[in-house]
């Protein structure tokens, strides 16, 4: 049977919902990566799932996650996981973590999916598919002024000083920021309830997926500097409903 890449994106969503919901808010060892971020079984049993899928309906794709590594990155299609992007919130019974998927074509995100398995909410875009919460096309809201702006981020310690600097002023220029929400984030931007989001420190599979969200919303997604974002990009992402919020805000980092 053949699945197009948007159907495909959904089932795997769908199997590492069902690896993850078994472990919420039940008793389970937390293990600490080499870069110092927890780890579960639920991240793993996920990514397996998701990798077990892949390797049925898409052998010859690359895949790149955050559990479990590269498989042939180099390939023309490569699927970048992340199983469970919010791991502390996970692990703490917050329902805001999500399961990224992405596809890449030629290093560029075409596909993306944040899903969140326990409250049930699902974003979801893609080459010709504006994006999709839940069924429902969703977009982005007007907001070119910073001070007006609501934006999030997902911790101030997940910034080193340097950028934590910058950060705080786009915070006080803002009209208001919330903390927590990882992923989820930036789907409410994308949907209009946030009107951007500002992070560092991410790596590939933490934002692969976001691009084709935010951008199939309307928004925009760069780095600190308004450029495009690259698989050598140093993970300093701006998201905004608004180009002309997203030029303030790489102002205001810039100092």
């Known amino acids: 049977m053949s699945l197009s890449d948007l159907a495909l994106a959904e089932l795997l969503a769908e199997a590492a919902g069902q690896a993850i919901r078994p472990w919420f808010r039940r008793p389970f060892l937390v293990e600490t990566k080499e870069d110092f971020s927890p780890v579960t079984a639920a991240d793993r049993e996920a990514e397996a799932a998701i990798?077990?899928?892949?390797?049925?309906?898409?052998?010859?794709?690359?895949?790149?996650?955050?559990?479990?590594?590269d498989d042939r990155p180099d390939a023309e299609r490569v699927w970048v996981l992340d199983p469970i992007d919010g791991t502390r919130a996970f692990v703490?019974?917050?329902?805001?973590?999500?399961?990224?998927?992405?596809?890449?074509?030629?290093?560029?995100?075409?596909?993306g999916i944040i899903d969140q398995?326990?409250?049930?909410?699902?974003?979801?875009?893609?080459?010709?598919?504006?994006?999709?919460?839940?069924?429902?096309?969703?977009?982005?809201?007007?907001?070119?002024d910073l001070a007006h702006a609501r934006i999030g981020t997902t911790s101030p310690q997940a910034f080193e000083a340097a950028d934590f600097a910058c950060f705080e002023r786009v915070r006080v220029a803002?009209?208001?920021?919330?903390?927590?929400?990882?992923?989820h984030n930036y789907g409410l931007a994308a949907a209009g309830h946030l009107d951007a989001v500002v992070e560092s420190g991410l790596k590939l599979h933490d934002w692969c997926a976001l691009v084709p969200i935010i951008t199939g919303a309307?928004?925009?997604?760069?780095?600190?500097?308004?450029?495009?974002?690259?698989?050598?990009?140093?993970?300093?992402?701006?998201?905004a409903g608004d180009p002309a919020l997203a030029v303030a805000i790489a102002a205001a980092l810039a100092g």
């Open 51 to 69: 990798r077990r899928l892949l390797e049925q309906y898409r052998p010859d794709d690359g895949v790149i996650g955050e559990e479990y590594g």
């Open 218 to 239: 309307g928004g925009v997604m760069t780095d600190w500097q308004g450029q495009t974002l690259t698989t050598s990009s140093r993970g300093a992402v701006i998201a």
């Open 92 to 111: 703490a019974g917050r329902p805001l973590f999500g399961t990224l998927i992405g596809l890449m074509v030629q290093g560029q995100p075409v596909l």
């Open 174 to 183: 803002a009209g208001d920021t919330l903390y927590g929400g990882d992923c």
């Open 117 to 144: 398995c326990i409250i049930g909410d699902r974003w979801i875009a893609g080459p010709e598919q504006p994006t999709m919460l839940n069924g429902q096309r969703v977009h982005v809201r007007p907001c070119p």
